[in-house]
């Protein structure tokens, strides 16, 4: 059985952390997420893999390679304008059998298991409490459809996971045609079956959503430490990578899982669910809880951040203080609200001392001058002095 | 359920016993009486509150006891102390002979004579039937044959000593200097001393002025521990506060921040189950609902709630579940025999109790107190706000122990905890809009409390509270079952008093008001938003709080509410008709 995972898409509603990787590639628990795909379908013995990629598909490439190192067989196509799922998905056109999955979802190993175990031109349907998305799964006349629309509570999403033949292409060639380049459409004449799970699948929308998914991912941490760790409280499920060092006196509380080459504390404090990339230094005496923090991010000595996601390489100063509470966005047209940290994207150079309030999300490569306090956005490449 | 309590000391019995006695009133104070051994034994009782008690007699040495009927009506000649034929020995009781029917039949073929109605008398004739100049050897024999539930205090003219035996009743020692005292509770002699002895079930005490010693009804002597008690005899007191329940509401701030204190600074709160059994009678039962609503949303597993008096009803059923029982006193009978029952059924047992010691604790796992200090209305306030938050409290910890709660996630509501006493000052601010709202309200038959999801048990509470002390005729609804039958009720001027919490109930709860509106209702609308005024009558407008702190602020205004309006009424608020504070029969 051969599997094709779509993967081309930026996920312009997760900007700016998507500048230089697509969404995909966003590390949660120190993982791609796309990777959590490509595990689940190795464990179901799945190795024949066809990835879909187009936005940034270098990224994926240069990460996964032919597959081996995952134990796995990949080939690549390439969608070169991203018109829909459907034409991705067209991209990949094969005669057989295959497992349809998106690769921006965390997919659990049962999950697979249950695709596999359904028959052709049937798709997962999974419990969400989300307050608006793309892809409600509803009984219209007795037919499965996909819709798009908000609702009260309770509702089964489209988790992108199918199981189809090589039929479908003949149909989403036909419908192309009168310019529909999108799976759902296409699935609503197609006279699909549904099957509802409670399988692990989760997924991201907003930049906001990644602090739950990499709380989600957490979930399967386990303790193991290595490194170089002074004496310090390690409370529960933490893991720690080669060759870091944690200070004196650092107080850390699962679920937390930190990388290799990092340098954190003295006395500082890490509250799960918390990931720490590589490569990422966090000075003495800070606070960080609930928080994603990329690679190769420098935190400066006194800092306190929660409910945020930093991106890679970005360097924040001395005292930096990142807010959690409410706030309300607007994010491509569509008001969200959220209650959560700050979002930083790649590259950003915030000086010392600065406060940034909750939900406040900061372009990748601005640059913050010493002694601000932000309420508003900052876009990409801006400069505040 | 009674109050007992002895003396054997310097100080005058009479002036002891009353005082004690008018601390002990809240468990019962439908009559009252009091032995004292001056050369003979001199017995004064009265049907009725203690002040009706007048008696001219003293002693150094003495018994006293308060009474709630459960064999006998009230009368003079059921009122405790008991005496023996030759007025020698003198006994107080509390709790219920099963075999006294047919140990009394045996000793009036023996030739007692029986002056009373009650169990407890036959106590007395037991003693002295075995009685051979020995009060200590008596007393043991005469124990041993009794059946049921008790904790007994006895005397006799012709020795300067008491005996006492507990079980299944409550009972604790004072250790005073050359002189000693033998309570169904603190607060009887926490005048005198803050030393005290809790005795367990199936122990016996010998007190004389100078030593108290323990033995089990085998004669075996029991080495026990003094604890020393912190809270002090003002705690118990209603301090300026015309009534105790009024004082016990605007205590729950500081109740409120002792019983979260206590609580985190517990480090055995790590729990793993698959799934919550909570089983309470009246506000605690309340408690144990809104227990339900915080326990499945933080840990997303399935929690059951029943009533003590019918857990018992329910057959045997391994299920690997946590039992939680909720008793303010931790003497309350129907829990305590479903303690047992649960934990013969091989079910993890947790008590959520008030009563360091009582006697719930000796038949669960694991106990969680609530530390509100002692409640003395009989109509419970304060602790049943701190039953919430050990609620919250222990969801929180059980989500973090079972990986169903993030750190982060356990530390945030943790910390939202913090605030509730705050929200509750707060709330208590509006006291003086409430009771221009107990004004319009009080003259009306019946009323009804509409709420839905987590504070549709708040409406219960809020009903309670209403009936118990105003004796007006009170409902507590979900509101989405207004229209499946209650709405038939609602006429022109009604009361309805609905909880507009800012979560995911507010829209329905809009319309379930427009509903009882539409039918002229006079509607008080309690809620954090300006907006509800537009729909109600009368908006009291509580303070904001997170989703799942609603509950304490709601609870708090409807406590003050059915206060006032038992005031206007002119009730007696603190020892409303027909009930008593904490229900040891079941």
């Known amino acids: 059985m051969r599997a094709i995972i779509l993967a081309a898409g930026e996920g312009m509603r997760l900007r700016p952390l998507t500048t230089y990787m697509p969404k995909v590639m966003l590390p949660v628990g120190n993982k791609p997420i796309l990777e959590y795909v490509v595990e689940a379908l190795r464990n179901n013995s799945i190795k024949e893999i066809t990835i879909v990629v187009g936005y940034k598909s270098d990224r994926i490439k240069q990460y996964f390679g032919n597959g081996a190192d995952f134990g796995v067989h990949i080939d690549y196509v390439e969608q070169r304008k991203q018109l ?98 999108n799976l759902p459409e296409i699935l609503n004449d197609m006279g699909i079956r549904l099957k509802i799970t409670d399988c692990e699948w989760k997924d991201a929308i907003y930049p906001w959503d990644l602090i739950e998914l990499n709380s989600y991912s957490l979930r399967r941490n386990v303790r193991k430490l290595a490194g170089k760790i002074e004496e310090s409280t390690i409370i529960g499920n933490v893991e720690i990578g080669e060759n870091s060092r944690i200070g004196a006196g650092t107080y850390v509380h699962g679920n937390v ?66 807010l959690s509470g409410k706030a309300r966005k607007i994010v491509e047209g569509e008001i969200i609200d959220v209650n959560s940290g700050i979002i930083i994207g790649e590259g950003a150079y915030i000086g010392s001392s600065v406060v940034i309030h909750p939900g406040v999300v900061v372009g990748s490569n601005a640059k913050i001058g010493s002694l601000k306090v932000l309420k508003e956005d900052v876009a990409n490449e801006e400069r505040v002095v | 359920m ?43 009782k009265k049907k009725g509150y203690i002040d009706s008690l007048e008696f001219d007699f003293d002693g150094t040495l003495g018994i006293g006891h308060t009474r709630w009927a459960t064999h006998g009506v009230p009368e003079d000649r059921n009122a405790h102390p008991f005496l023996d034929c030759k007025g020698e020995i003198a006994i107080v009781h509390n709790g219920i002979i099963e075999n006294y029917m047919e140990l009394k039949e045996k000793l009036i073929k023996e030739g007692h004579k029986f ?38 205090v006895a005397i006799s003219k012709n020795e300067r000593k008491i005996m006492a035996a507990k079980k299944d009743s409550p009972l604790v020692i004072g250790v005073g200097d050359h002189e000693n005292f033998v309570a169904s509770d603190i607060p009887a002699f926490l005048e005198y001393t803050n030393r005290v002895i809790v005795m367990r079930d199936g122990e016996i005490s010998e007190l004389t ?69 909570i089983v309470a009678c009246g506000t605690s039962y309340h408690a144990g609902l809104v227990g339900k609503y915080i326990i499945e949303e933080l840990l997303r597993i399935p ?11 329910r057959p045997n059923v391994a299920d690997n579940s946590l039992a939680i029982f909720i008793t303010q006193s931790g003497e309350t009978a129907d829990t305590i025999a479903a303690a047992r029952k649960a934990k013969a059924s091989g079910n993890e047992t947790l008590a959520i109790t008030n009563v360091v010691g009582s006697s719930i604790t000796n038949y669960v796992d694991k106990v969680i107190y609530t530390n509100a200090g ?12 701190a ?33 509730v006493p705050m929200y509750v000052e707060n709330t208590l601010n509006l006291n003086g809009i409430i009771k221009k709202e107990a004004e319009k309200i009080h003259k009306r038959k019946d009323m009804f409390f509409i709420a839905r999801g987590m504070n549709y048990p708040i409406a219960l509470e809020g009903a309670l509270k209403m009936k118990e002390i105003s004796y007006i005729h009170a409902e507590g609804y979900p509101a989405g079952e207004l229209k499946h039958g209650p709405l038939a009720l609602i006429e022109e001027d009604i009361p309805v008093i609905a909880l507009v919490p800012e979560d995911i109930t507010y829209d329905k709860m809009l319309s379930n008001i427009k509903e009882v509106s539409a039918r002229n209702a006079y509607v008080i609308g309690v809620s954090s938003s300006e907006d509800v005024g537009k729909y109600v009558d009368t908006l009291i407008k509580v303070p904001s709080t997170e989703p799942h702190l609603s509950p304490f602020v709601n609870v708090v205004v409807l406590q003050l509410l059915a206060y006032h309006t038992a005031k206007l009424l002119g009730r007696e608020i603190d020892k409303p008709r027909n009930l008593a504070k904490s229900v040891t029969v079941e």
């Not at chain 1, 006395?267 to 809880?289: C, F, K, M, P, Q």
């Open chain 1, 257 to 322: 899982k930190i990388g290799k080459n990092c340098e954190i504390g003295p006395n500082s404090v890490i509250i799960g669910d918390t990931s720490i990339g590589d490569g990422v230094r966090i000075g003495a005496l800070s606070y960080i809880e609930n928080s994603l923090i990329m690679d190769n991010v420098s935190i400066g000595e006194g800092s306190y951040l929660k409910d945020s996601v930093i991106g890679r390489e970005s360097w924040l100063g001395v005292k930096f203080v990142g």
């Open chain 2, 209 to 277: 002025e100078d030593f108290v010693h323990f033995y089990d009804f085998n004669g075996n002597e029991i080495n026990k521990e003094v604890q020393i008690v912190e809270w002090s005899i003002e705690d118990a007191e209603k301090s300026g506060y015309e009534h105790f329940m009024l004082k016990e509401i605007y205590e729950q701030p500081f109740a409120l921040d002792s019983t979260l204190h206590s609580l985190l600074s517990r480090n055995d709160m790590n729990f793993d189950f698959g799934r919550v059994t």
């Open chain 2, 387 to 419: 039953q919430l938050m050990a609620l919250e409290y222990f969801a929180i910890k059980a989500g973090e122990s079972m990986g169903k709660l993030s750190a982060s996630h356990a530390r945030d509501l943790l910390n939202s905890l913090r605030k």
């Open chain 2, 374 to 385: 002692p409640e003395i209305g009989v109509a419970a306030t304060k602790t049943f706000t």
């Open chain 2, 303 to 313: 929690v059951e709630v029943y009533y003590a008096s019918e857990y018992r009803y």
């Open chain 2, 115 to 152: 002056k009373s109605d009650t169990d407890s008398e036959v106590i007395a004739h037991l003693i002295e039937e075995h009685y051979n100049g020995n009060l200590k050897e008596a007393f043991f024999k005469a124990i041993k044959e009794l059946k049921g539930s008790f904790a007994i």
């Open chain 1, 84 to 181: 829909g799922t459907a034409h991705a998905l067209y991209q990949a056109k094969i005669d057989g059998e295959f497992l349809l999955l998106f690769g921006d979802n965390i997919v659990g190993e049962r999950c697979v298991k249950e695709l596999l175990n359904t028959k052709i031109n049937t798709i997962i349907g999974a419990h969400s409490n989300r307050i608006s998305a793309y892809g409600i799964v509803e009984s219209v006349d007795g037919n499965i459809k996909i819709v798009r629309s908000s609702w009260d509570g309770e509702a089964i999403a489209f988790t992108g996971m199918g199981h189809f033949d090589g039929e479908i292409f003949g149909i989403i060639e036909e419908k192309m045609k009168e310019g529909i380049y």
């Open chain 2, 2 to 44: 009674c109050g007992i309590i002895g003396y054997i000391g310097f100080r005058s019995a009479k002036e002891v016993l009353l005082k004690s006695l008018k601390r002990l009133e809240y468990r019962g104070y439908d009559s009252a009486g009091v032995a004292i051994v001056d050369g003979k034994i001199n017995v004064a």
